[in-house]
């Protein structure tokens, strides 16, 4: 089983729709959970962080986690042709040296006109 | 605040050739993480240091190597480039491995 799990797409909503994209991890004792966007040739960009469970919101984004499904989701409200690209699920888990953090392998995301 | 720098932006090499990367984390950041990004894997973690330590390590073999310098600067080392590390290497930096922010990569091709 792999560590963090997402559909690898696509996923395809139309313009003005809302997009769910969903996300599960398998270490029952992470703590924290992310959320990257990433154009096509260009390096990872932090969307949002959420810790505890519920929903967390940031404009047209909203994060929530729910610890006991193990279950991360990401939606966009709204979506536009510029919210096209991978969205990465990165989970922090607490290993005897340190944090280490792990990536799922993406949902690609295309927002139609 | 400048965001985190790696430098080249891109490599060509030639197979059993070495290669080392640089990255400049963001300052007051004290943590770099490696990671690899193939079409077919993703991003897979290398190595993460923290105070000139390394603390976490993935599963790749020796050729594979790091350190971070007094000021955070780190750099990676592949010894005897193979076709298949042609990747994007991206460095992150954070206070302590939590949020973690991306440099604009390396590009390395091997021929």
């Known amino acids: ?113 | 605040k400048a965001g985190v720098t790696q430098t080249p932006r891109y490599l060509i090499k030639t197979r059993g050739q070495q290669v080392t990367l640089s990255c400049s984390p963001i300052s007051g950041h004290r943590s770099v993480s490696w990671y690899q990004q193939t079409p077919g894997q993703g991003l897979q973690f290398l190595f993460e240091y923290f105070s000139e330590t390394q603390r976490n390590k993935g599963n790749f073999p020796g050729r594979f190597s790091g350190r971070q310098f007094s000021n955070s600067r780190s750099e990676m080392n592949v010894s005897t480039l193979e076709l298949g590390d042609s990747a994007l290497y991206l460095c992150a930096s954070s206070t302590d491995a939590d949020t973690q922010y991306f440099g604009p990569g390396t590009r390395l091709t091997v021929l």
């Open chain 1, 1 to 113: 089983q792999k560590e963090v799990e997402q559909n690898s797409g696509p996923l395809s909503v139309p313009e003005g729709a809302i997009a769910s994209l969903n996300c599960t991890y398998s270490d029952r004792g992470s703590q924290s959970f992310f959320w990257y966007r990433q154009y096509s040739g260009k390096s990872p960009e932090l969307i949002m962080s959420i810790y505890s469970n519920g929903d967390k919101e940031d404009g047209r984004f909203t994060a929530q986690l729910n610890k006991a499904s193990q279950y991360v989701s990401l939606l966009i409200r709204d979506s536009q042709p510029s919210d096209s690209a991978t969205y990465l699920c990165a989970v922090i888990t607490f290993t005897g040296g340190g944090n280490k953090l792990t990536f799922g392998t993406g949902t690609q995301l295309k927002v139609e006109l």
